[in-house]
T-cell receptor
Framework: GAVVSQHPSWVICKSGTSVKIECRSL??????MFWYRQFPKQSLMLMAT?????????EQGVEKDKFLINHASLTLSTLTVTSAHPEDSSFYIC?????????FGDGTRLSIL | GIQVEQSPPDLILQEGANSTLRCNFS?????LQWFHQNPWGQLINLFY???GTKQNGRLSATTVATERYSLLYISSSQTTDSGVYFC????????????FGKGTHLIIQP
């Protein structure tokens, strides 16, 4: 139980492109979802907290206009990286809050050329 | 914010050996999870353990909340245990996002 599906798993695109990443809770309702970023050989850092039906809360230093988050239903949150640049290349991973713990998707590897 | 320190940062062992990974945290927490990140980046949830002791096969974990540390034990290591092990903590019973430690990079040699 408590499966989170994240798509796409890999994206390569040109600088200036906007990229949307989807995070779905398949067998539970996630009123709260979280988005993390991981640079190579580093740990995961929380970017934002997404609550269904309300605006996301961003961590300090994360640009809310660059990383648009939408959580329109209890099972789907999306992260859109707008006008992506090479420095946005990273591993993005989402999680859904279960009954007590967080359940993670498999992540999206984003490469901006 | 809360600080999470993991040790050791790197560990190289022979197959069959046992290991202990440590996680220290700087404040009270309501959520503590151990993860294994495999070479493809997938985070495998090993334990949800804000306090107490749990066991799952060759793996077990203990969290002493009053002393703000957690231990992950791996017995009879296998090459498939290789990867990075993260400890992550949070408050609010899971409502808050997790703060991750820097991880322990474990290599099990055949």
């Amino acid at each position: 139980g408590a499966v989170v599906s994240q798509h796409p798993s890999w994206v390569i695109c040109k600088s200036g492109t906007s990229v949307k990443i989807e995070c779905r809770s398949l067998d539970f309702q996630a009123t709260t979802m979280f988005w993390y970023r991981q640079f190579p050989k580093q740990s995961l850092m929380l970017m934002a907290t997404s609550n269904e039906g309300s605006k996301a809360t961003y961590e300090q230093g994360v640009e809310k206009d660059k990383f648009l988050i939408n959580h329109a239903s209890l099972t789907l949150s999306t992260l859109t990286v707008t006008s992506a640049h090479p420095e946005d290349s990273s591993f993005y991973i989402c999680s859904g809050r279960g009954r007590v713990s967080q359940h993670f998707g498999d992540g999206t590897r984003l490469s901006i050329l | 914010g809360i600080q999470v320190e993991q040790s050791p940062p790197d560990l190289i062992l022979q197959e069959g050996a046992n290991s202990t990974l440590r996680c220290n945290f700087s404040d009270s927490v309501n959520n503590l999870q151990w993860f294994h990140q495999n070479p493809w980046g997938q985070l495998i949830n090993l334990f949800y353990i804000p306090s107490g002791t749990k066991q799952n096969g060759r793996l077990s974990a203990t969290t002493v909340a009053t002393e703000r540390y957690s231990l992950l034990y791996i017995s009879s290591s296998q090459t498939t245990d290789s990867g990075v092990y993260f400890c992550a903590v949070g408050g609010g019973g899971g409502a808050d996002g997790l703060t991750f430690g820097k991880g322990t990079h474990l290599i099990i040699q055949p």
